[in-house]
């Protein structure tokens, strides 16, 4: 019997996360992650970038390790025209992460599931 194979393009958020339900699901399947950067989280314009991001409890395998936040949101502030409206959120619901230091950890995830990355360097925070 021939193996499924799936190479999945882009090694970021989404091409990462695909690639760690996809070996969840069945780990008979071997998954190739391709990224055309060498360095996982590699970030060209050399700028820090945050992402927001909101924890629901369906989402619990991807939960966010503690170096990967960068700040938690507290107070969200909406305004429209001249009207203003805030709100207080529950903690630990919304932060803002370190992108790259997330994709990081999500390709430790995936390459504890065997998931394959060739050429991958391993970047440090």
């Known amino acids: 019997m021939i193996g499924i194979k799936i190479d ?3 090694g970021s958020l989404s091409g990462l996360s695909a690639a760690i ?3 969840e699901h069945d780990r ?3 998954v190739f992650v391709h990224e055309k ?3 996982i989280g590699y970030n060209p314009e050399g700028r820090r970038c945050g992402e927001a ?3 629901e409890p369906l989402w619990n395998k991807w939960q966010p ?3 990967v936040i960068f700040n ?3 107070i969200l502030e909406q305004i429209i025209g001249d009207e203003r409206d805030s709100a207080t959120l529950e903690p630990g619901t919304f932060m803002i992460l370190n992108r790259q230091a997330f994709i990081r950890q999500l390709a430790d995830t ?3 599931l065997s998931v394959e990355i060739p050429r991958m360097i391993r970047l440090h925070p």
């Open 28 to 30: 008979t399947i071997t």
């Open 72 to 74: 938690e949101i507290k």
């Open 65 to 67: 390790q503690k170096d």
């Open 37 to 39: 950067y060498k360095n």
């Open 53 to 55: 991001y909101r924890i």
């Open 21 to 23: 339900s996809l070996k």
């Open 110 to 112: 995936a390459e504890d």
């Open 8 to 10: 999945v393009v882009g």
